[in-house]
């Protein structure tokens, strides 16, 4: 039974992960800004193959900082 709720654990993560590549790779991103923000979602690809509670929360970060600084779910 654990096993269902962690693939369902990793489908969700996996889909806003996706979600978020797509906002960081907005070509409207400054450049360098694009690079810090992927080398962290990079950082929380890896996490997630370790823990994925702890990716969770650090997308949860991320995605509030890609919130603050205006950039848009496409």
């Known amino acids: 039974m654990e096993r269902d ?28 800004t694009r690079q810090e923000l992927t080398r962290r979602l ?8 370790h823990d994925l509670a702890d990716a969770a929360r650090r997308l949860d970060v991320l995605t509030a900082e890609l919130d603050d600084l205006g950039i848009p779910d496409r």
Do not use: F, S
């Not at 992960?17 to 400054?30: G, S």
């Open 42 to 49: 990079l950082a929380v690809t890896a996490v997630a193959k």
């Open 5 to 32: 709720g962690q693939l369902e654990l990793y489908g969700v993560l996996a889909a806003r992960l996706k979600q978020t590549h797509t906002r960081v790779a907005n070509p409207e991103v400054p450049h360098r």
